[in-house]
Nanobody
Framework: QVQLVESGGGLVQAGGSLRLSCAASGLTFRSYAVGWFRQAPGKEREFVADIDRGGGITYYQDSVKDRFTISRDNAENTVYLQMMSLTPEDTAVYYC???????????????????WGQGTQVTVSS
């Protein structure tokens, strides 16, 4: 079965950086779009970024567009989220998700990702 495992979360000071990883197994990874979502305490889960199968097309939430970079290594079955200039508002559990539709479909809300990881906590202190 599909398994997604996030790692790389932790505690960082405001202005700092973290790189999250999402390691996938049980799927033909290069055939799946992958997204990152986050959920802060008391808030709904929200889209952060996603990337198409080949890695050439990416979409971002406006609040992270100039600070976060999503990338993938299909040889390693891994997607990354490089986060820079972190603020306390970025504090959340970050989840990766995979789906067989195009990245634009998920970005526009036309489709929902079918497979999810367990999440990794990111805490940004002020």
């Amino acid at each position: 079965q599909v398994q997604l495992v996030e790692s790389g979360g932790g505690l960082v000071q405001a202005g700092g950086s973290l790189r999250l990883s999402c390691a996938a197994s049980g799927l033909t990874f290069r055939s799946y779009a992958v997204g990152w979502f986050r959920q802060a305490p008391g808030k709904e889960r929200e889209f952060v970024a996603d990337i198409d199968r080949g890695g050439g097309i990416t979409y971002y939430q406006d609040s992270v567009k100039d600070r976060f970079t999503i990338s993938r290594d299909n040889a390693e079955n891994t997607v990354y989220l490089q986060m820079m200039s972190l603020t306390p508002e970025d504090t959340a559990v970050y989840y990766c998700a995979a789906g067989e539709r195009g990245a634009l479909d998920y970005y526009k809300g036309f489709a929902k990702f079918g497979s999810w990881g367990q999440g990794t906590q990111v805490t940004v202190s002020s």
